[in-house]
């Protein structure tokens, strides 16, 4: 397969950095106001790109699109038919996907600050900048497009030194994407790697499966995208995903006091102990470190470097969950495995392994594939940053809301984010557990009649697991919807529309 | 053992009354698709002997696709499928379903183009129940009762666990499963608990099956190598040539589907659709669904099918003189997840049947790519499914792999012996 190269300038900065040095960030939710103002933006919209620069940037503006924003942009329709099923109907456009994303009861969309059934916005506009300088940039931007876009929420942003709220450190462990494009994704994939094609992050390149997934492909009569480039897989067309993604954003609203004071309760109010039952219900210490052993062996796409020791790992070395219980966090989000269990070395293991004969185990076969269901996260929390100390004590009055904005890349919304999401975290079923579903997003709601999801287990070294029952949700999700990250000749191609 | 069973009756409906069959089967549901055990038309949950039932209309979306090979569109009767699956045999299981559901089975089929008024509905059910082409059975010989037993045997212990815990912790394996052996006795002893003893299998059964394994090996052994010189001089140039059609499918279909869809763990699927025309075809998929029902029925017996875990039931049909094929699955997670499984796990046996279905996604040898290209194959699969009316599932949320541990807990504390190291294993499982 020839090596594809992608062109880092069309392609936004968010795809390659997360811009954690501009530690200051807001999430602007907006709605069109007057089309052609909108339109001239796009045309010129400072958007920075995923090129390497000299020097590193003090602010960055990444823009993207709703399905009804692209729609009132005046995108032909023949485009907006190109774009998949579910970033036509929204995360919140349907109650099926609802009852699979586990959005139901306090998550249900109608319940939503953002992103239900009327407050679905038309553009998200991410502004990043070094500290001190945000207010002035937003303001730079928001006078800029005028009456293009009217404001429905600010989402702002808080810098917890790289914790999440509940005080892990977060952001750990991110796939490393195939730049060069040397990655044949359709041999089976023996070894667990790190390294994910290219087109499961960005449209127009082959995915995982050595397929180019589903995206909008118009006409090359059109006068107006000559500058479009062709469709690799069918070059009479042009490609307007190229170089694009899909942005999945949720507001998830984090119950700190609620998580620490269960942990507490749990624990007879013992430090340590809370601090192990957390860290058990995460999969990785407080801070970071996995619960399973470092792999001695190097996994391809993660470094060597002392850093890289928290992500260098897999849980093939932890087959009963003694370590980090099956059930916890980041086992669940990602799974680490491989195409069949027991790394078949040559073909008559292989073959065996095929046709299912390989392991009667109990946990053998029980989970899909990682590398099809992998995403790349781009979250920023929000809210002030509150101690497992101060959680415990009593809280005041009017307690501010903290959480985090979630937002992540794939190419393919369902078989990556949705599948995480409906498979492995929300699933009361993973990986032959029962009874429980994800520690810290689970929304505890029974299944069939009347059994409880509220538990979390941790089996221990030979004995009787240990059953923590009665986990309150922790997390509601309080605003959502998919967008679409365009390539920079795409965004371009939105300015000349209608002219 | 007590082996299950399947119910598979289709007959053809009057088009004009569609719209009043389906009023009267949705009296059935609570939600959509999703059928009250308890409904007076037809009250599933009555039937202790019953898994899994569906009422389908089999409105086939894909009938122009015959176009692609330039042949004209063939009209077909629309049908209405009515499909269980149950333990036991089939005369005992129409005999219960007659005397429970009777008068409102008789209120369905009355729709039914050559149901009699007064007709005897036993005899009647029996005459249009369709042989089944290939059927799998996630466990073969594991009751409805016995989920249910062993389910009830599973919380009991989690709850005497759970109080137990101090006392508990850190005791060896076998201690703990002594405990837990001597609590369950008393349990059972007290009438608390019930785990009824696998009925044995009767000399009938026993002597069907073995000249089922024997006789079924040797036509699949003398038909292998003709089927073979098809495939290599039939099947594989046609292969180079048939058209694949997979458009994304038409939004408000998916939606109508979608609907019916996650409500808890366990979904149903249906997808039907034409074979590919000419005889080579029709008898390859004969061939491998002969080859699939004994592979079904003898080797993938135990929780299994290939590596896929999560199929509880499924079956092919076939229809109008093999012109057609009806597929019907009960699978644990969503669509999505289980095309991904057979994407992943199984394209291989995908590909072997459904290839010789119209517009299926080009393979080669009839095993290879396939199902491997994911985007069109999901298409095609979710353009041939068809909406299920009224769909039963008598233990749901359950998958079947936990059903799987259940039987193994109970097998591991009915055992008389367990060394220290499976006496561990076996305490993971609680």
Known sequence: MPATSIDPKDVQGLVRFGYVKLTEACYLLLRIGDAAAARAWCAKAPVATAEIQGQPPEVALQVAFTWDGLRKLGLPSEALAGFSAEFQSGMAGDENRSRRLGDVGPSAPDNWLWGGPLSTPDVLVMLFAKPGKLAQWRAEQEGGWGAAFELMHCLDTSDLGGHEPFGFTDGISQPEIDWAGTRNGNGDQITYTNVVAAGEFLLGYRNEYGKYTDRPLIDSADPGIADLLPAEDVPAKKDLGRNGTFVVMRTLEQDVRGFWRFVDSQSDSDSGARRQLAESMVGRTIEGQPLVQTSTVPIEGIGAAPADDLNRFTFDQDPAGTRCPFGAHIRRANPRNTDYPGQPSWWLPLLWSKLGFASKGFRTDIMASTRFHRILRRGREYGEGLTPEAAIQGSPGKDEKRGLHFLCLNANIVRQFEFVQNAWLMSTKFDGLTEESDPLLGNRTPVGDGLPTDRFSIPREGGVRRCVAGLPQFITVSGGAYFFLPGIRALRYFGRLGS | ?430
């Open chain 2, 1 to 430: 053992m007590t082996s299950q069973s399947g119910l598979t009756v289709i007959v053809p409906i009057d088009r004009k009354r569609v719209r009043d069959l389906k009023a009267l089967l949705s009296t059935m549901n609570i939600a959509p698709g999703q059928a009250n055990p308890a409904n007076s038309l037809v009250p599933f949950g009555r039937l202790e002997n019953l898994h899994f039932a569906r009422f389908v209309i089999l409105d086939d979306q894909t009938l122009d696709d015959i176009r692609l090979y330039g042949l004209p569109r063939q009209e077909f009767p629309l049908y209405l499928a009515f499909v269980c699956d149950f333990d036991g045999d089939r005369a005992a299981f129409l005999t219960d379903l007659v005397q429970c559901c009777g008068p409102g089975l008789r209120s369905v089929f009355s729709f039914c183009e050559d149901f009699p008024n007064g007709a005897d509905l036993l005899q009647w059910l029996q005459d249009h129940d369709l042989p089944i082409a290939a059927n799998y059975v996630n466990w073969r010989g594991r009751t409805v009762k016995q989920v249910r037993e062993e389910a009830r045997l599973r919380q009991t212990i989690g709850d005497y666990l759970r109080s137990n815990a101090r006392a508990l912790e850190g005791q060896p394996a076998g201690l703990v499963r002594t405990e837990v052996r001597k609590f369950v006795e008393g349990q059972i002893a007290a009438g608390r608990l019930t785990l009824t003893p696998p009925a044995s299998t009767p000399w009938g059964a026993k002597i069907s099956n073995l000249v089922h394994l024997t006789g079924g090996f040797v036509l699949i052994a003398l038909l292998a190598p003709l089927v073979g010189l098809l495939v290599i001089f039939r099947i594989r140039p046609m292969e180079k040539t048939d058209p694949e059609y997979a458009p994304v499918p038409d939004p408000a279909q998916a939606r109508q589907l979608a609907v019916l869809e996650d409500y808890q763990i366990t979904n149903q699927f249906n997808a039907m659709g034409a074979v590919k025309p000419g005889l080579a075809r029709r008898w390859v998929v004969s061939y491998v669904l002969l080859a699939i029902d004994w592979t079904a029925r003898h080797i993938y017996t135990q929780g299994r099918l290939a590596r896929v875990r999560t199929i509880h039931f499924a079956r092919w049909v076939f229809l109008d003189g093999k012109k057609r094929i009806l597929f019907c699955s009960n699978y644990d997670g969503s669509l999505d997840s289980y095309m991904d499984d057979f994407i992943d796990k199984v394209s291989f046996g995908l590909n072997v049947v459904f290839s010789n279905g119209i517009a299926y996604p080009a393979t080669r040898w009839l095993v290879v790519d396939g199902a491997k290209d994911e985007q069109k194959f999901k298409y095609c699969l979710r353009r041939h499914e068809l909406p299920t009316e009224v769909w039963y599932d008598a233990n749901p949320a359950m998958t079947a792999v936990e059903m799987e541990r259940n039987s193994r807990i109970r097998e591991g504390l009915e055992a008389a012996t367990l060394s220290e190291d499976q006496a561990r294993e076996w305490v993971q499982l609680l």
